[in-house]
């Protein structure tokens, strides 16, 4: 262990390579029918026969100009990026070069974007698992009024959520709570009775986000059972020549009056980058086809600052601060708040501070090792008002009680790290193995302002009693989390076959302070600390678990570009902090948490097929998914100790339902998606996705199971002109539903968006997006959504449009 920690010391301080004289290689790279320069292409040169030895790399400019520095010898150079097919060439290197490039339009991805979730860069089209990669220009070119709009168009993702701004996505059945998602790689951690933690994140700052379907806690520990959401935002890049960018773009639309505004800088040289963005959005009430959506405005802001260093040429140290804040955020459903209750976000934010330093090219065997560090804290304020009141008969008349206005706090602080190294034991074996830590505190406060008027049996109020309770909902507790694990990837039978097999190790720690169900009392402006009866929700504890997780993925090339893939996973999930110590007093009863939860496993299979021909894909996967210990909410007794009074010391019981692992559950089902380029720069496309859950313990459907979706379109790409496209979006009737939830019906939409290409315009290029939503003004119901809350109907006709200027 200690000749371990001594080498690993000395890599990180001592593992710079000396290189001789160094020669550029200059390039520009233009589209091969327009000759337009291209900007934002990954420039990789490597040796000679050697896929594993990453000499440089460089992104092209917004003006397609893009700069190597290489010592003396013959590399591979490769250009890529998403809408291009990629392009490599040999090159001798022993004098400066000055080249153009071209690159030919891609009317199919060929799955030959790169992805990180795997915690190495690999293509998709190399990977055993079913990936979705949706792209910066998927954001642009379409409404995007959250992440969530936008993913929820691939299929097996369905969107929920409890308004219009509050959205969250289910991956092939299972909710937030079963899928782990993460910003540039950082665990986003916070409660998920309310759906924000996808709403959090500026659309206009993502690069791509990456969605693994399918159990994957062999990677990233507790709650990837469902999949992986990972968003990677923009970032900047170094460049042998100093350079200056800048972007600014904004749009409207019609359904909402949305109004949004961003712009970003960026600049760097060889040793060092920034970039700095900024955004704004403004949003009104939405309309719907029955009319406005009250209560679904929202105002949000974002901030982000990104920065990289190069000590030496073979270490990188990155680090970014993002701060996204949201007010007067509109919440018009949500189970959390039931009836005529109006909430509202009036304050709602993530902070996000994050740190990594990487050293490649070690030695010949260990290629990388990198530490990284992130603390994000998620600060959530709400306002509600019940709008209801409670009428008891007295004998002296009657005593109306009105809930006047309720203020839930929830503060979530998470610090995490980890440590990784990627070892090559050869061109065909790929070994990653590191270890990871993180920590969620959570606080929480609750205040209710109550107003109690007491009437005559004239009817005339003779007192009235204001009253201020405040409370903590959940106990000040922590969540912590610490794990070891591996990643073994091998090519055998001449490459046709890429086996991947991983496993984790997690211990947890839950600690918790002692809970009450009411802190103090203040009756017409005099405060009680030591209110009387009060309960004692949970005592102060301590609770620990282990738990694992494994996967084992196949993929065989059955011929040219035709795969099949199978992967088998193990994975878990811990109770999260609220499951365990909840405490909702409803009066004759209550809702309640357990400290003694155990942690949820789960087995899942996943067989697919993938073609990748350049007029035609196919992806399609049959999975199924088994899950052990389920929580489900259980009769039960909530047995308490009174902390306060005459009664001080005393026990009683209510009747409540209680988190309890009684459950097991089921889900199967299939999702398909083709795209063919019959002709030039038309591409016909469909996709479809169908999920079934049942709890096998009682022979119920399980809550919260999307319907049958499908998707069919037509798109059509000119790289002289820009591209336009027009889809009709389904979804068949939901009846297989849940005790307390309701069948929803099907129905179809149709959009369309449209978009050009860069114009220039002396030193800057000009880009148009427009689009329409729901042409036909159609009234629907998201299945989701509605049985969330109280959203009967979803966004009507919504025209959008968006500039966008590049500098």
Known sequence: MNKTFITLSLALLFS???????????????????????????????????????????????????????????????????????????IVVNSDIEREFTLTSQPIPLGEVEVSSFRVNRMVKELPIPVAVVGSYDYQRLSSTTLSNVLALEPGIAIGGDGVWATNINIRGMGESRLVSLIDGNRIETATDLTASLSMIDVNDIERVEIIKGAQSSLY????????????????HFSDKPFVSANASSGYATANKLITAHADVTTGSSAWYMRISGSHADADDMMTPEGILPNSQFRSNNFAVKAGLKPFNNQVLKVQYQNNWSKDVGIPGGDAFPGPAEATYTDISRQLLSASYEVEEISEILRSLKISYFRQYIARDVAMTPNTSTTTLLPSGSQVTTPELITPIGNHLTNGGQIQATWALGNNNTIIAGADIWSRKLTTERTKYITVDIYNTDGDITKTNEIVRGETPIPESSFTSAGLYFQNETALADGKLRLITGGRIDGISVKNKEGYDVDYLIINGTRNDTPPNQRITFEEGNEKSVSWSANTGILYKIKANTDISFNVARSFRAPSLEERFKYIDLGNYVRLG??????????????GVRVWEKRFTLKADIFANRIYNMIVEEPGEFIYTINTGVSEGETDTLPA??????????????????????????????SCAYVRGTDTEKETNLPQIPPFTGRVGLRYSNSRLGSAEIAVIGAAKQDKVADGESTTGGYTRLDMSVNTTKVNLGPVRLQFFAGIDNITDRKYTNHLATNRGSISVEPGRNIYFRINLVF
């Not at 357990?594 to 067989?607: Q, R, T």
Request: avoid cysteine; aromatic fraction near 10%.
């Open 16 to 90: 710079f390579e000396i290189y001789g004289q160094l020669f550029n290689i200059n390039g520009t790279i233009k589209d091969s029918a327009t000759l337009k320069t291209i900007e934002n292409v990954i420039a990789e040169a490597r040796t000679l026969n050697s896929q594993s030895d990453e000499i440089s790399d460089a992104i092209t400019d917004s003006k397609g100009h893009f700069s190597i520095s290489l010592p003396k010898g013959v590399y591979i150079i490769t250009l890529k990026v998403l809408g291009y097919n990629a392009y490599s060439e040999e």
């Open 594 to 607: 357990n400290p003694a939860l155990e942690p949820e496993s789960g087995y899942s299979a996943d067989l």
């Open 221 to 236: 520990g507790t709650g990837a059972m469902g999949g992986i959401v990972n968003i990677i935002t923009r970032d900047g």
């Open 657 to 686: 339902l209680v988190n309890s692992n009684v459950s097991k559950a089921l889900l199967y089902g299939a999702d398909i998606e083709l795209q063919y380029n019959i002709y030039s720069g038309f591409v016909v496309y469909g």
